[in-house]
């Protein structure tokens, strides 16, 4: 769905959407939309500036490979968003400005307005977590047979690190 500045001229756009799993990329092999991506919000100009205010709730649940044991993590996703999008060009000169909280939070976009999809797709992605993980006390897997330690212990012994280096551990 696209927001036109055009149309955002006359009105406030509201918007309401399903995405599939498969409409939005997200460029990440290991990353999996579960259910279908809902939001709804507003889009509006605010100000002489043609900034545009884009305000809405996204709801989804992603699926990605545990970090620690490569089974798999389901991430429940419902989050709220305030954005303001301002034309690329607008206070960007080549002078060093001094920026406030505020400024830091405004992005930029090109030609005649934003695409929904862009903005969501980024949107989950900040809400997802650094490390994902199925649970918080996962154990990982074996570093000598690669078995799943939450399925219970293999009975490997890690072999003792080289000698070798035992002298930098006094530094």
């Not at 000169?93 to 992005?107: M, Q, R, T, Y």
């Not at 030609?111 to 918080?136: S, T």
């Amino acid at each position: 769905m696209f927001l036109s500045v055009q149309e955002m001229e006359l009105r406030k756009l509201g918007f309401e959407a399903a995405y599939r799993p498969g409409e939005i990329e997200f460029f990440d092999n290991q990353l999996r939309q579960a259910t279908p991506l809902e939001v709804s919000g507003t889009a509006e100009l605010a100000g002489a500036t043609r900034e545009i205010r884009l305000k809405g709730r996204l709801k989804v649940r992603m699926e990605a490979d545990c970090d620690r044991c490569l089974g798999a993590a389901s991430f429940p996703i419902d989050a709220g968003f305030d954005l303001f999008y301002q034309p690329e060009g607008v206070g960007t000169g080549s002078e060093d400005i001094a920026l406030d909280a505020g400024a830091v939070e405004i992005a930029y976009y090109t030609g005649g307005g934003l695409e929904l999809k862009d903005v969501l797709r980024e949107q989950v992605l900040l809400a997802l977590p650094m490390q994902r993980v199925c649970r918080e006390d996962c154990k990982g897997i074996c570093p000598v047979c690669g078995g799943d330690r939450n399925g219970g212990d293999c009975g490997c012994t890690v072999k003792p690190a080289d000698d070798r280096w035992a002298a930098l551990k006094d530094l």
